[in-house]
């Protein structure tokens, strides 16, 4: 394998897992829902892209054409994981759950 | 036209997609292609409002403007997060709105949300205002005008005009 | 000549008289088609009789259930003939007394019938020639008693009665039923003739005393020897006409009878005189004594006719072929006489309205007829002079005596003959004296008592006349008969003696007169005696047995009720109890030890099997916490897919995440009815025993998973891999064998798919259920239906989802994919509709009812293995081809496709036949609310 | 290519389909769809029961793929005995069934179809993990079955039901898998001869396995302690549904016949838990006879008899021989028949005495007593083995085939505690009346469809002779696994 | 340089899931326990598409396309479910 | 890595035993699916573990064994089915008898 290509997997490999890893350390850390929501619903997204490039570049790169299926990946999850955290968002000021106290603005009654 | 073809967009992401599952042959571009068409029919029932695309070029500068900000802003939230969270200045932003489109709205709080530091928490039952959380915010103002200046503003012009 | 249509002619016989019923004939008419058939048979047995009294036996035999030994085989002997005499004479005699007897709004008709059938019984019995027979008769014979026992069944005591009869005389039948099957195999043969001759051969099994015991339970049940005795009085609820019958010459007879016919093959033996002789002895003092105290007319009878089979099967016991004649003779007298007195205290009963010694006196002036004929047959029952029952008494006294000599108990019999025969004096002097005389009827019910009907008379009168006739002329009237008879109960030659009157002064005249003085004497200190008994604390047999079976039942429900005790937790711990000791038991160390080759286990694998491991155990642990225990089993689903896809598996993997979903959409579905915790209510004894189980159970399967995966194994599976692509067209090779090499399996699963749907749709129609009208913590729902974000982006990806579904069916038969996932992604997609837009909105684009959807799923799965027939092949083989179109290239088209297509339809249809009307019970709900 | 031998699953099936098809409102067809498929299944079964009486093992490679690839059906004696026996049973359940209790419910016609489609899929099958499949075929439209109707005490008893056979379910996946861990193969002929050839630790792990397979068919047939759920179950299934089950027990009790027969008659691991299984089958027995003694409803009764005649054969098989298993085979066939019609006449006896139902208790005449009384006491000898009607034979046949004294004297003596029992309940239920009931006339369509199963324990004695030569020929059969496996084994078929 | 970045990759995401897993256990709310689930499930696919890699097989993309396209599924239902009680009204 | 997979294997069927054993239908229904999901994969590694050996033809050289495999989806299916169907008895029960217990007690029944 050409080693560019394989630094490349390897750094977008790192990159994925990292976000991976850094979006779940914020949901296991940040002090309130609203906080924690930020962090999977991004973080992972970016991991999910990190691998989901890996991915493409090495197996175009095996197979020496275009593979570009695991781009669906990325659309499927563009399109589903926002609804996700709308409806746990939603979920949360349902329930009246407590907000750090120096958050501003407040959320909606549902 | 309209008939054989009531969404167009989502043909072409249908076949799209379709390729893309199954790599290039004109076999499967043909039944790519019968599965584009026949799909939409098959599920017009569910689609009372049609949305309709009325620029495409500018869907897909939005569409790269949007990955771009998702990376930027995923290394600028990743460090917000490693950081200790007591620096944080979370704020519930209200936005009001200017799309009227129910898909346009949806498209505008898919891209909020995905963009990081920003969940769109909700819209109001009138559909004039979205709620949205922010992790790190110094000035609320800035922000909402910011969004509607990168987000709504095509958007409108994408579904709406 | 045809022994078993004979017997079969009573059991025909009882049809008529319920038809005659239906058809309202007269009562008389209705008791002639009861006597018909018997009568038929009486005089059909004249021919047989002939040759049996000149010394031939009669036989019929066919094979029944050759298997068993069973043949329908019957003999007329000597034994025979006359219990079929008896059985059919006296049976006659008891029609025409009935026909009087019963009242006119009695169901005569099912009467008869009942008595048919058990005059059946009985002909079959003293007739059969193979013991398997013999016991189905004589079973027979009990059932029938029972229904006519139990005939006034408005009556607590007749319905008492009949139940403790059946089940004494039941007991005793399979005691008999047991001994028998002994007998039969001891004696190679269960044809009646073959096992008499095998008497020494029996006597000499090791078996014998068994086979004996088992014999004489049935015998004295049925015979009410004691200790068995005790149901026989209250088996005089019955009509008095069953009672004359059943009581006399035929049921309570069975037993002696069958003392009779097994006399070759058992008697004796040492142990065959003791208990024998012992219980007859025992029975004859015993009933004889009580009968005194009776103040129930029918209640004396029945006592003495308890001490007369005492009589009769001590007599049998004596091991001495001349007492066994004696005992045969006195079968025949005690049959008449007891029979014409059972119906002469029917008359008077009839009359009186009463049973009641105490109440009915000084009959002589109203019913001097009646008496004289119940004063001649109570003289018999006595053993006076002239008249039959004497005869037997004087062979009887003489035959104890006899015995006597060369008993070690020397004293003992003729002592215990002589006191039977003082208390039967007694007993009888009470009968004529208290009824007939003893001054004036006491507040009778029906006063004056007259003389009963002409023809009621005449059985009774028939009788009388028979043991007149007997007692003077013995030589002319039951001599040959009970020659023959004897000849057959020895099996042998028939030992001198003599029926004449006068034998001269001898010890055993002595006998009769101390009996009939000692008699007289008892009976003049009777109220002294009355008064003794009355002191003596009661004894109501029924009560005692009723008590017994009380206690019996409520024993056998308390156990039943501890094991049963309703509590599926129990019931579950005893299924997994038996399992984890099953696997205590079995499992050994060594299947941890000798292990073979094993995969590294990496950190990663490590880790995701430590979050399987929590959040297995979180979900046992915070399970009443029930949406974390939903979730937390979300993520051992989630980390068993990952486990599918490491181990090779993608096609688990698909469907395990699939379904995963579809799961979760339906606990959560249900949820809304249900309570968000569960309470905490086992004790800790109670968790500690499920945890144990938990333990040993999973500990053990996880054993064996360890064992069986590092040992070594050949399989099957190397031909699918063979033969996947060559035979079934497919390159994945799990999709072909479900489709193809085990597409019936696939067959069951989604007819069991269906069939889930269809039970559903069932449970869920009328269901009504309280959903929470606020959330866990007590907020009202929020307003948001269906929210925008939800609604707008359920949209597109139906079609996505649909086109995912598409492409996951068409490549399942080589990669990963194939028809259920498809199903499943589709039904999600709709699924996912209904939650982001309500049922009524889909239901507006597309029908709800999925019933047509499941079937033509199954139907084109059916449809396509039956296709395979027209080719000439077994079902669901499946043909594939390659086919070449210009353009779009080489595809294939396998008829397994078509079955996938099956599977897909049903999997969606079915799915969504359990999820959408599960959502849709929240709609009736709201309904019930509204209105 | 005979495909006959495929009928007895398939018409139900395709019949079970077509109901899903009909219209929901045209009652009428729906009851004749059901009605005729299960007639038709009659002479079905009937010819393949004569095939396999001359002698002949049939084999049907399904998709053509030949034993042990494929899966087989294998028509030998014993299954199609089993099958006229469901088929006999079937049509006056259904009969009964479709006078009105169909409509009280939804997809009545269509589960009872299924659930033939399984039980004559498990008598056929000659794959053990195609086995399991038709279990639950036959399980899950049993559950829908047992539900049918609506009532409480109908509901309580499913979920125990439904749990109880979950459990048995993952029990049998286990077993399968072990089987199949250390076999390689899901035949069960081939099973039959690879599991003998076993040792070391493949040969712990497959005794674990024919255990375990032991536990699971005993849940189904209701052995000690296992079958605690069966009476409520029953009782308050509706009638024709019971009727039908009566023959779901026999299923077990077939599978741990033919797993038995087949891989544990003989060999290394020949007589595995048999000592177990004729224990539990006595116990099963004794107690089976208590509770018939103390039950509160003639429907539980019956349901207890059920019961003590799984004891009854269970104890028949576990003592191997051919005679103790020929004898069992006729009690078979006389108890599911005789319970099947005690079953439809508990339910006509209940209606007739209005709101009180089956209890055991006094009440009013029952309506059309002088139909029931008779067929009552007719179904009550039959059952408690009294002469002149089949169980009585079967006794007998048992006894002579099984000498050993305890069960003998258990035999007999829970007989008697039966006799006292149902002595009771018909006293009571007959002759106890106190006054006219407000209950509905007889139905005499449903009184034909009891008095058709009752039928069998008059028919069965006469025809003895013939019936034991048929049980002794097909245990003659069993007991000669090589003849199954060198049919099963041996046919000769190629791919696709 | 893939045999360091592929098991420092499958390390990190599996920690990712024991912290997601972590907050699934901690809680404390409900909707911490399903936003936790919900990563998990987007971790998975990470996951998967770097087996994928590993492995260099594709025969696992089905599976990370499964859940990203019904895994939210789930999520929803359970918001849902939070919200209204009823999740198909 | 066997030995991993066992105590998986272990736990699961252990917990699942452990809830089935409860008295409310909700901790059955979830016992029932832990203990299918530890059988499935009891069943799964009968035909032993092998890593990234689909059994596809022409993609591996020692492909995994299938059969146990197609067992396993054959189980899944019929899992789901009896699951569900459970689910809904649990709800029939809850609205019949008015309680979520096994045993249909109510809760005043119980105290
Ligand atoms: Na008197
Ligand atoms: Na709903």
Redesign the pocket.
């Known amino acids: 394998m050409d080693s560019l290509v394989e630094f490349l997997v390897a750094a977008f490999i790192l990159l994925g897992a990292a976000f991976a890893l850094i979006g779940s350390i914020g949901l296991a850390r940040l002090p309130d829902f609203y906080l924690r929501l930020h962090g999977p619903t991004k973080a992972s997204t970016l991991g999910v892209g990190g691998m989901i490039m890996a991915s493409l570049l090495f197996f175009s790169w095996q197979a020496q054409t275009l593979q570009l299926q695991e781009v669906l990946i990325v659309l499927f999850l563009f399109i589903t994981a926002p609804v996700s955290a709308h409806m746990l968002a939603k979920a949360a000021m349902h329930r009246g759950l407590a907000r750090r106290k120096d958050t501003k603005g407040r959320p909606w009654k549902q | 036209m309209i008939r054989i073809l009531p969404f167009p967009l989502l043909s072409l992401l249908l076949w799209l997609a379709w390729m893309l599952l199954n790599g290039f042959s004109w076999g499967h571009a043909l039944l790519g292609l019968l599965l584009a068409l026949l799909l939409p029919l098959a599920t017009r029932p569910f689609w009372p409002n049609v949305p309709r695309l009325r620029n495409l070029p500018r869907l897909l500068r939005f569409l790269a403007l949007v990955h771009w900000d998702i990376v930027v802003a995923n290394l600028t939230v990743a460090l917000l997060i490693l950081r200790s969270p007591r620096r944080l200045r979370p704020a519930f932003v209200e936005l009001p709105l200017a799309l009227t489109d129910d898909f346009a709205i949806t498209v505008l709080m898919s891209t909020i949300s995905l963009t990081p530091g920003t969940v769109s928490a909700d819209v109001s039952e009138d559909r004039a205002t979205l709620l949205i959380h922010v992790l790190d915010v110094d000035d609320p103002e800035a922000l909402v005008a910011e969004i509607k200046q990168r987000y709504e503003r095509p958007l409108k012009e994408i579904f709406e005009c | 000549m045809n022994l078993a249509l004979m017997v079969l002619l009573p059991f025909l016989g009882a049809v008529l008289p319920p038809l005659a019923e239906r058809l309202r004939a007269s009562r008389t008419v209705l008791a002639l088609t009861a006597a018909a058939l018997p009568l038929l048979a009486l005089v059909w047995l004249w021919w047989p009789a002939q040759r049996v009294l000149s010394g031939g036996i009669v036989q019929f035999s066919r094979p029944w259930m050759p298997s068993l030994g069973l043949d329908l085989a019957f003999r007329l002997d000597g034994l025979s003939l006359l219990f079929a005499v008896l059985v059919l004479g006296i049976g006659l005699l008891v029609v025409v007394y009935a026909r009087y007897y019963l009242s006119a709004n009695e169901k005569a008709g099912r009467f008869y019938a009942f008595l048919l059938l058990f005059m059946g019984a009985m002909l079959g019995l003293v007739t059969s020639d193979n013991l398997i027979l013999l016991v189905l008769f004589w079973e027979l014979t009990s059932l029938s008693s029972f229904l006519l026992i139990g005939f006034w069944s408005h009556q607590s005591a007749a319905r008492k009665g009949a139940r403790m009869s059946l089940a004494v005389t039941g007991m005793g039948g399979l005691a008999l039923l047991a001994g028998v099957l002994l007998l039969g195999q001891v004696a190679g043969s269960y044809s009646l003739g073959e096992v008499l001759a095998a008497g020494d051969r029996i006597r000499a099994n090791a078996l014998y005393p068994l086979i004996l015991v088992l014999v004489l339970l049935g015998v004295f049940t049925k015979s009410a020897q004691f200790p068995f005795h005790f149901w026989l009085p209250h088996a005089m609820a019955a009509p008095t006409p069953v009672s004359a019958y059943l009581h006399s010459a035929t049921m309570v007879k069975a037993g002696v009878f069958l003392l009779a016919r097994f006399y070759p093959a058992l008697s004796g033996t040492d142990l065959w005189f003791y208990l024998v002789t012992g219980a007859g002895l025992a029975t004859l003092l015993w009933g004889a004594a009580v009968a005194l105290f009776q103040h129930d007319l029918k209640g004396l009878l029945a006592y003495s006719t308890i001490s007369h089979l005492g009589l009769i099967t001590m007599l049998f016991g004596l091991n001495s072929p001349l007492a066994a004649v004696a005992a045969v003779f006195h079968i025949i007298n005690h049959a008449t006489f007891k029979a014409s007195l059972f119906m002469a205290a029917g008359i008077i009963d009839h009359e009186t309205g009463t049973r009641d ?5 000084g009959l002589w002036r109203y019913m001097p007829y009646t008496a004289v004929l119940a004063m001649v047959a109570t003289a018999a029952m006595a053993g006076v002079p002239l008249l039959n029952g004497f005869l037997s008494k004087e062979m009887f006294f003489a035959e104890a005596l006899e015995a006597g000599a060369v008993s070690p108990l020397s004293w003992l019999l003729p002592v215990g003959a002589t006191l039977g025969g003082v208390f039967s004096v007694a007993y009888s002097a009470r009968f004529i004296h ?2 007939f005389f ?1 001054g004036e009827p006491v507040n009778l019910p029906k006063f004056p008592p007259h003389e009963p009907p002409r023809y009621m008379k005449v059985p009774v009168e028939i009788l009388v006349a028979l043991c007149v006739a007997v007692g003077v002329f013995p030589g002319f009237t039951v001599s040959a008969l009970l020659a023959v008879a004897g000849t057959a109960t020895l099996g042998g030659t028939l030992p001198e003696y003599t029926l004449s009157i006068w034998h001269g002064f001898n010890l055993p005249l002595l006998m009769s007169f101390v009996a009939l003085a000692g008699g007289v004497l008892i009976y003049s200190q009777r109220r002294r005696l009355f008064a003794a008994y009355e002191r003596l604390p009661a004894m109501d047999a029924n009560l005692i047995f009723e008590g017994r079976v009380q206690a019996l039942v409520r024993l056998a429900a308390a156990l039943s009720e501890r094991l049963r005790n309703g509590s599926l937790q129990s019931y579950a711990a005893w299924l997994l109890g038996v399992v984890a000791l099953m696997l205590l038991v079995y499992l050994t160390p060594a299947l941890l030890t000798d292990s073979g080759a094993m995969l590294p286990l990496d950190g990663a694998a490590a880790l995701g099997g430590l979050i399987l491991i929590v959040a297995a155990l979180i979900t046992a642990f915070l399970h009443r916490h029930r949406m974390t225990a939903i979730m937390s089993v979300s993520v051992v689903g989630l980390v068993v897919s990952l486990i599918f896809v490491r181990f090779s598996a993608p096609d688990l993997a698909l469907t395990q995440l699939s379904v995963e979903v579809v799961t979760m959409l339906l606990l959560m579905l249900a949820m809304y009815f249900l309570p968000v915790r569960t309470r905490v209510e086992s004790g800790a004894l109670r968790v500690g025993r499920d945890v144990l189980l938990a333990v040993v159970i999973g500990g053990g399967v996880g054993v064996m998973a360890f064992a069986m995966m590092t040992s070594g194994f050949d399989s099957i599976s190397p031909f699918f891999l063979e033969n996947a692509k060559p035979g079934g067209g497919g390159t994945n090779v799990v999709n072909v064998i479900l489709v193809d090499f085990r597409g019936f399996d696939t067959f069951g699963e989604i007819t069991v798919l269906g069939i889930a749907g269809l039970g559903i749709y069932a449970l869920l129609r009328d269901l009504e259920l309280d959903s929470a009208a606020t959330d866990s913590m007590g907020r009202p729902w929020a307003r948001d239906a269906h929210p925008l974000v939800l609604v707008t982006i359920s949209r597109p990806l139906l079609p996505l989802a649909l086109l995912v579904s598409v492409y996951i069916f068409l490549r399942g038969h080589n990669l990963p994919g194939g028809g259920f996932i498809a199903g499943l992604i589709t039904s999600v997609a709709l699924l996912l509709q209904y939650v982001a837009s309500g049922v009524e909105w889909v239901h507006r684009r597309m029908p709800g009812d999925y019933h047509p959807l499941v079937a033509v799923g199954l139907l084109l799965a059916g449809i396509t293995g039956l296709a395979s027939w027209m080719f000439g092949y077994p079902f669901l083989t499946s043909t594939f081809d390659h086919i070449h179109w210009p353009l779009v290239g080489e595809f294939e088209l396998a008829s397994a496709m078509l079955f996938d297509t099956g599977v897909f339809f049903t999997v969606v249809g079915a799915t969504l036949l359990m999820l959408a009307n599960l959502g849709k019970l929240s709609l009736l709900d709201d309904k019930r609310r509204a209105g | 290519m005979d495909h006959l031998i495929i009928a007895p699953i398939l018409i139900p099936a395709f019949a079970g389909m077509l109901l899903l098809l009909e219209v929901r409102e045209r009652l009428w067809l729906r009851r004749a769809t059901g009605l005729i498929a299960t007639l038709a299944l009659v002479p079905v079964t009937l010819m393949l029961f004569q095939r396999a009486f001359a002698g002949e093992i049939t084999v049907y490679d399904l998709g053509n793929w030949p034993a042990p690839f494929g899966i087989v059906l294998v028509l030998d004696r014993l299954s199609a005995l089993m099958l006229l026996l469901t088929s006999l049973l079937a049509v006056p359940a259904l009969l009964y069934a479709s006078q009105g209790d169909d409509r009280i419910g939804a997809n009545f016609q269509a589960l009872f179809q299924l659930q033939l489609m399984g039980i004559n899929g498990a008598f056929l099958t000659g794959d053990l993990f195609n086995l399991f499949v038709f279990f639950e075929v036959l399980l899950i439209a049993s559950y829908g079955l047992a539900l049918h109707g609506r009532g409480p005490a109908r509901v309580g008893a499913g979920i125990h039901y439904v749990v109880l056979n979950l459990i048995g379910s993952a029990l049998f996946l286990i077993a399968l898998a072990l089987i199949y861990g250390t076999t390689g193969t899901l035949n069960m002929a081939d099973f039959a001869v690879k599991v003998n050839q076993l040792d070391g630790q493949a040969r712990t792990l497959a005794e674990v396995a024919g255990l375990m397979l032991w536990i699971v068919f005993g849940l189904k047939a209701a052995l000690f302690p296992l079958y605690f759920w069966l009476p409520a179950t029953y009782a308050n299934a509706s009638a024709g549904v019971a009727a039908l089950f009566a023959v779901m027990t026999k299923v077990g009790i077939y599978a741990i016949a033919r797993v038995y027969g087949l891989a544990f008659g003989a060999g290394e691991l020949a007589g595995l838990g048999r000592n177990a299984l004729w224990v539990v089958a006595l116990v099963t027995l004794v107690l089976a006879a208590l509770g018939a003694l103390s039950a509160r409803r003639l429907g539980e009764q019956i349901a207890y008899l059920v019961v003590m005649s799984v004891g009854t054969l269970v104890a028949g098989v576990a003592w191997g021989t051919p005679a103790a298993f020929g004898a069992s085979l006729y009690y078979l066939i006389h108890s599911t028949l005789v319970c099947g019609g005690l079953f439809l006449l508990a339910d006509l006896i209940g209606r007739g005495r209005g709101d009180l139902g089956d209890r055991i208790m006094a009440g009013p005449v029952p309506a059309g007593r002088g139909g029931l009384a008779p067929l009552f006491f007719i179904g009550a000898v039959a059952v408690v083995g009294l002469p002149p009607l089949s169980g009585f034979f079967g006794k007998v046949a048992l006894m002579q085939a099984v000498p050993a004294p305890l069960y003998w004297a258990l035999l007999l003596s829970a007989g008697l505690v039966a006799l006292v029992g149902l002595s009771r309940s018909g006293s009571t239920l007959f002759w106890r009346a106190t006054g006219e009931a407000d209950a509905p006339r007889l139905d005499y369509w449903r009184l034909f469809a009891a008095a058709l199963l009752l039928a069998a324990a008059p028919a069965m004695a006469v025809w003895g002779g013939p019936l034991l030569a048929i049980s002794d020929a097909t245990a003659g059969q069993w007991a000669d696994p090589s003849q199954y496996i060198n049919a099963v084994l041996n046919t000769a078929g190629g791919g696709g | 340089m893939l045999e360091i970045a592929l098991p420092v990759g499958f390390a990190l995401i599996v920690l990712a899931l024991l912290l997601n897993l972590y907050r699934l256990l901690r809680g404390p709310t409900l909707p911490d326990r399903a936003l936790a689930l919900d990563t998990m499930y987007v971790n998975a696919i990470a996951l998967i598409v770097l087996y994928g890699i590993a492995t260099d097989s594709k025969l696992y993309f089905e599976a990370a396309m499964l859940i990203a396209l019904i895994g939210f599924v789930s999520t929803v239902a359970v918001a849902k479910y939070m919200t209204r009680g009823d999740i198909i009204e | 890595m066997e030995a991993m997979i066992a105590i998986v294997i272990a736990v699961m069927v252990g917990t699942g035993v452990y809830l089935v054993l409860r008295a409310r239908t909700f901790p059955v229904i979830l016992g029932i699916t832990l203990l299918s999901y530890g059988v499935n994969v009891f069943v799964f590694v009968s035909g032993r573990l092998k890593l990234d050996q689909v059994a596809v033809v022409g993609v591996s050289d020692s492909p995994t064994d299938p059969l146990p495999q197609a067992l396993v989806l054959t189980a899944i299916v019929i899992g789901f089915a009896m699951t569900a169907f459970l689910v809904v008895l649990a709800l029939r029960g809850q609205g019949e008898l008015k309680s979520d217990h096994v045993d249909g007690r109510r809760d005043e029944e119980i105290d």
Do not use: A, K, Y
């Open positions: 010694m105490r109440r009915i006196n208290d009824v003893n």
